[in-house]
């Protein structure tokens, strides 16, 4: 819309400017032809410095945890709604750890930063799967049951499917790649014009109106090698400990550009990121530890507490 308002106040102002110079000897028809071209540029400036852009940055700090004994990769302990995310990331660890042993012992960093990315895009096939996601819940005899369907129409919408997005985690070098499944949907569905691009530790979701950014530190921000649960530190034969816990922080940045922050889909398109920003918070929430935490196991599902 911006650029039509640019267009049309060029071109208004070339015309007045073409009429003001084709009656310079009218003294009020120029005097009237100056007032409505600064009139036109005054508002020209009210609109271009009226925009700005629509920044919304959150973070989070994300912890993997490695068993070299067991061969191990994971959150040390998962949330009982995270028990598709360590569902996923077991099956996948194991398979790298058969394929690539070597990848535990003298790759744990890159390891842990590419399982952040895989699980991250299989969280959104699993649960982001459709941007215009419509939520209910039912209340059953039980409880309460939650669920969650498709709206957007695929001809409106930009349709990856899971073979482009393990193609595009390929071309990133991310060693899951050929683990990535999305089990739960074969595409995810996306404001149309958008385009994914995947990095080695980033995901952009790039769209004429908006660019949306989950990075992870190309670095860990902290190492302990010492068991989470246990709180202490192993040394297995070959020297190496045992265990070792990598903390990367995941910035999440949501960002409507400056030209097009009239945009008339931008309400959508921010209720869409606050649902994101909440949802992808739970996919990664490091859980409280318990207070019998050395009876547990590093990748245990927490269960209810029974009253």
Known sequence: ????????????????????????????????????????????????????ESK?????????????????????????NQSHR??????AVEKVAQAHPESLNYQEEILCKDLLVFSTLEWLVWEEFDWQLEAKSFRMSDGTLGSRRPTSLVKKSTVLKVADLRKALSASGNMFADHFSGVREDALL??????????NNSITISHPVF???IEFDKQPREISNANPLTRKMEILPNGRPRNSKYAFEMTFTATIKRFRSGDIDRPRFETWFARLESDIQKWF?????????????????LLPEKS
């Open 1 to 52: 819309m911006i650029y039509w308002i640019i267009v049309t106040l060029i071109v208004s102002v070339a015309l007045v400017l073409w009429f003001m110079c084709h009656n310079l000897g009218n003294k009020e028809i120029v005097f009237a032809t100056a007032t409505v071209v600064s009139a036109a540029v005054f508002y020209g400036l009210q609109v271009f410095l009226g925009l700005s």
């Open 56 to 80: 919304k940055v959150a973070g989070l700090m994300n912890e993997i945890t490695i068993d070299r004994s067991t061969r191990f990769a994971g959150a040390h302990l998962y949330t009982l």
């Open 86 to 91: 360590a569902a996923i990331e077991r099956e």
């Open 190 to 199: 996306l404001p149309k014009n958008s385009k994914v691009t995947i990095g």
């Open 211 to 213: 660019d949306l950014k």
């Open 285 to 301: 929430e490091v859980p409280v530890f318990p207070a019998n935490r050395e009876k547990l196991s590093l990748g245990e599902v």
